[in-house]
């Protein structure tokens, strides 16, 4: 990329500060290639395209070899330009108050290992320059419309079930991605704030699956040891044929003996949910479900004033759960619609009804996050799910008031002696994080006036979000 440009009157046009610092970043990287090969919008998202990345810059890595301390595959390297604040001026990013970040605080990588036509070809003719796949820019391209379309950011250690080859084969078996720092661009400081560079990795569905459960940032630790699964840099191979778990057997043992010990690190997926209250008098505070508080939400924020980038966007085409990893209570409810100042409304009891998808779910929210005195959060719609421990600091609900709505959060208390109940129930009905039930299942403790059903709840036909960032809970 070019650091400037001259137009026809010989005038020169300096890139903007946000871009200029990424692009200064990168050629230290990448002193040799000062002028990548890109994928570049032709019509720019401010100016009402639909693809919010400017540019995603494409780099020939050789990597590291057997006999360096680090061991990396020779890939491609992928860079995007967007998802931060590049121009300053309010045409992308609106500035936020108390923020140190840039725009959305990062920008997407990924690494792409060559396969052996490509290095056989660089090697014979060394001369003949060599053009990267584009696929993997249409995947940063998606997934940055996606944060755009939900104002939701990426973390390190989270997971995304893509549920299909990444680069469209029938073959590979890279259909999931988790999300690493980039180990070689990091994190940097731009006139406009921090920007973080979020490495997409690509993944099998065992891998993913562990992550799930147990640790985003655990797994990613075990593919970089190797270099058959990614070393250091965590190369995505597409094909790759192996998890890391087969390679390595030994590494499913020590990440179900992490588990059992400290739990998991997944704070919450997306998931559709219903509740209504189980009532134990007549007098309540307030009549509430989960229809009738949906749509208040839905009109409520259907009634703000939209940006003009907020009219053009389409809803986005996502995977039904995307995961959050952070541990605050707060991010677990990022909803960007929220009553000023809310009361929490007590319930007497709570029915809920989560879709069979998700009620695998169950199980570890109960297991691996709430009995190790964690929360976890189901998002649906324009609403929000947290079942907390009694040691969770920052709910609304508490021991003797256990269930309540916050504005548009539900939150339930589960109690130290309801744990293990739970535990066992779920067991039961062969709820075990591997495969969704095909039939209604019930769960219920009527000495806690709480309800559990599994089956497809009845939905508001309103647009559904399909991720969420993370919250305050500790």
């Known amino acids: 990329m070019a650091e400037s440009t001259k137009n026809e009157n010989n005038v020169e046009h300096k890139p903007p500060p946000g871009l200029k610092s990424l692009i200064d970043h990168l050629v230290s990287v990448y002193p040799d290639q000062?002028?990548?090969?890109?994928?570049?919008?032709?019509?720019?998202?401010?100016?009402?395209?639909?693809?919010?990345?400017?540019?995603?810059?494409?780099?020939?890595?050789?990597?590291?070899?057997?006999?360096?301390?680090?061991?990396?595959?020779?890939?491609?390297?992928?860079?995007?330009?967007?998802?931060?604040?590049?121009?300053?001026?309010q045409r992308v990013h609106l500035k936020e108050e108390h923020t140190t970040r840039s725009g959305m605080g990062f920008e997407l990588t990924f690494r792409l290992a060559k396969t052996p036509a490509e290095l056989k070809q660089q090697r014979e003719s060394p001369e003949k320059p060599l053009r990267p796949p584009t696929w993997p820019a249409n995947l940063l391209q998606s997934i940055a419309r996606y944060c755009f379309q939900t104002g939701n950011g990426l973390c390190f250690g989270d997971n995304i079930p893509w549920r299909k080859s990444l680069d469209g084969s029938a073959t590979s078996r890279m259909n999931s991605l988790l999300v690493a720092q980039d180990p070689q661009l990091g994190c940097i400081e731009t006139p406009f704030g921090t920007v973080d560079f979020c490495q997409i990795v690509g993944v099998t569905e065992e891998e993913l699956e562990q992550a799930s459960r147990w640790n985003g940032r655990g797994v990613l630790n075990f593919l970089a040891k190797d270099v058959q699964t990614g070393g250091d840099w965590m190369v995505t191979n597409m094909d790759r044929t192996?998890?890391?778990?087969?390679?390595?057997?030994e590494t499913l043992l020590n990440l179900q003996d992490d588990l059992e010990k400290q739990?998991?690190?997944?704070?919450?997926?997306?998931?559709?949910?219903?509740?209504?209250?189980?009532?134990?008098?007549?007098?309540?505070?307030?009549?509430?479900?989960?229809?009738?508080?949906?749509?208040?939400?839905?009109?409520?924020?259907?009634?703000?004033?939209?940006?003009?980038?907020?009219?053009?966007?389409?809803?986005?085409?996502?995977?039904?759960?995307?995961?959050?990893?952070?541990?605050?209570?707060?991010?677990?409810?990022?909803?960007?619609?929220?009553?000023?100042?809310?009361?929490?409304?007590?319930?007497?009891?709570?029915?809920?009804?989560?879709?069979?998808?998700?009620?695998?779910?169950?199980?570890?929210?109960?297991?691996?996050?709430?009995?190790?005195?964690?929360?976890?959060?189901?998002?649906?719609?324009?609403?929000?799910?947290?079942?907390?421990?009694?040691?969770?600091?920052?709910?609304?609900?508490?021991?003797?008031?256990?269930?309540?709505?916050?504005?548009?959060?539900?939150?339930?208390?589960?109690?130290?002696?309801?744990?293990?109940?739970?535990?066992?129930?779920?067991?039961?009905?062969?709820?075990?994080?591997?495969?969704?039930?095909?039939q209604r299942l019930e769960f219920d403790w009527p000495d806690k006036n709480f309800k559990l059903i599994v089956d497809q709840p009845t939905i508001c036909p309103l647009p559904t979000a399909m991720s969420i960032e993370t919250p305050n809970i500790n």
Request: charged letters at 20%; glycine letters at 6%.
């Open 34 to 89: 000062p002028n990548p090969l890109q994928v570049t919008t032709l019509l720019k998202y401010w100016l009402g395209g639909s693809d919010p990345l400017d540019y995603i810059s494409m780099y020939s890595n050789n990597g590291q070899g057997e006999g360096d301390s680090e061991r990396v595959p020779p890939h491609w390297h992928y860079v995007s330009f967007g998802l931060s604040d590049l121009h300053g001026d």
């Open 242 to 249: 192996m998890s890391v778990f087969e390679l390595f057997p």
């Open 263 to 438: 739990g998991s690190d997944l704070a919450g997926v997306n998931a559709e949910f219903a509740f209504r209250e189980l009532k134990q008098t007549k007098t309540i505070k307030e009549d509430v479900d989960f229809k009738c508080l949906n749509e208040r939400c839905a009109s409520e924020e259907n009634n703000r004033p939209l940006t003009e980038s907020q009219l053009k966007r389409e809803e986005p085409s996502f995977p039904q759960s995307m995961s959050l990893s952070s541990n605050s209570l707060h991010k677990s409810c990022p909803l960007d619609n929220q009553p000023q100042a809310p009361d929490c409304i007590s319930l007497d009891g709570i029915e809920i009804t989560m879709a069979p998808y998700a009620a695998k779910y169950l199980l570890l929210a109960i297991k691996d996050r709430i009995r190790h005195g964690r929360h976890f959060t189901f998002k649906a719609q324009h609403l929000a799910l947290t079942l907390v421990s009694e040691t969770v600091t920052g709910a609304a609900v508490t021991v003797s008031e256990p269930f309540g709505v916050l504005g548009y959060w539900i939150q339930v208390l589960i109690p130290d002696d309801l744990v293990s109940r739970m535990m066992e129930a779920f067991r039961n009905a062969q709820l075990d994080g591997k495969t969704e039930p095909t």
